[in-house]
């Protein structure tokens, strides 16, 4: 073998092979002469060279991974639509031991769609580590950890516990997400804590559970989350550190659940603005800079609380222009004036969420960019989206009855609410089989008379 080798290389062979001899004399003498922790570091050191050729920095981590005496732990900020509070607890004590020894904070820049924000080094119980905060692609933030495989006991036996338990203190006085409800103005005093009602909010929904398709899902959590850490992009620009999103689709496809999902994920207050229990304009903006930063303003239904002419029409507008015996002012024009003008005066890191079931009937002039950044279609049930649900309500993966079910949806017109509502079971061991063949029943029903009804308008015309 070794003489082909030689009669193809020739001379090449010759020198590859005084080469290889010379590393391997080197690596014996360096291994009876040199201390163990002089050759850990070398060796982290070769690693680190290692990482700064192009073709390693490509595929390094998945290189490395597979040869490195080094092996890697990695915190993700959002772990499956949730928020890690390890990672939260763990930057934490990162920040913390920052302030105090900032003689061994290092920044520096990693791969194109990584940059660094911190590198730091740590030693405990005499195991050496180094911690890396990363900003990734797309907004997506994560700690993480690089320390010797021989030392894998101590790091995942106490020192993780320890780290998080450091870190934990300060992450315990995390915001609570509330809950605000403008009082009626008929009911406000004199002080500005009486415009807003809150009480803690509790709603269980995130992104995983909200069902629609993973693309659009995430695209809308990518947006949030580039959003929250916007903050230097958004004076750089010399606009408000604001963001608007329009939620429309028909009754019962998730923009309320949406709208718990974001504040669960930016663990932002929710301010629930109700236009029709306020008087003017005056007092649409004194209720407006009275909301805290880092919130979420929501008016639900937008079309119905606000005339285009002007005019409120809201739900309870009626009953209360009796009662008062006068017109409410709160008008479309006060609104985009808050928008553009006071909101961009005062309004540090808010979030404006209007909601609608008829996209047609509002005014371009509420929905143009830069009001509403971003238009989002909460649409009848696919199945991707029943999937979610199947898995939520179900804990189903997969099941015969799921093919049936995938053609039915494509032939009919059923909102989230309705799957949801056949889905749910008091005994999921007993009931998973019988309540997949009730949506099936109720999907048919549908289909049926949806089909009626277009045959019978394709009539009428
Ligand atoms: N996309 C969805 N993902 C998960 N659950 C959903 C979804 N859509 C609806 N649901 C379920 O249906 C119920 C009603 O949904 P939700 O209140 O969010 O609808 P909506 O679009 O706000 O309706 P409306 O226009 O009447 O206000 C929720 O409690 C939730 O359980
Ligand atoms: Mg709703």
Known sequence: ??????????????????????????????????????????????????????????????ILGLFSPYTQIRFRE????????????????????????????????????????????EEYEGVKMWWELLNCAKGKKMCRLTFHRSDWEVVTGSYLSYVVEEGKPVEARKKKVKLFINNPSWNWKSKTKNLWSSIDFEHPATFETVAMDREKKDEIVYDLLAFRDGKEYYDKIGKAWKRGYLLYGPPGTGKSTMIAAMANLMNYSIYDLELTSIENNWELKKLLIATTSKSIIVIEDIDCSLDLTGERKGKEESKKSDREGKKSAVTLSGLLNFIDGIWSACGQERILVFTTNHLGKLDQALIRRGRMDMPIELSYCTFDAFKILAKNYLNLDSHLLFRKIASLLEETKVTPADVAENLMVKDRQTEVDGSLKGLIRTLEKMKWSQKTKADEQQKED
């Open 1 to 62: 073998m070794g003489s082909i080798v030689k009669l193809v290389l020739g001379d090449n062979f010759t020198k590859i092979e005084s080469n290889i001899a010379g590393v391997f004399f080197f690596l014996k003498t360096f291994k009876r002469y040199f201390p163990q922790q002089l050759k850990i570091t070398i060796q982290q050191l070769f690693f680190n060279a290692i990482q700064q050729l192009p073709f390693f920095k490509k595929y390094s981590d998945k």
């Open 78 to 121: 959002i772990e499956e639509y949730r928020y890690n509070y390890a990672y939260a607890a763990i930057k934490t004590y990162l920040g913390a031991k920052v302030n105090s020894e900032v003689k061994n904070l290092k920044g520096s820049q990693l791969k194109q769609n990584k940059s660094l924000d911190l590198k730091r080094e």
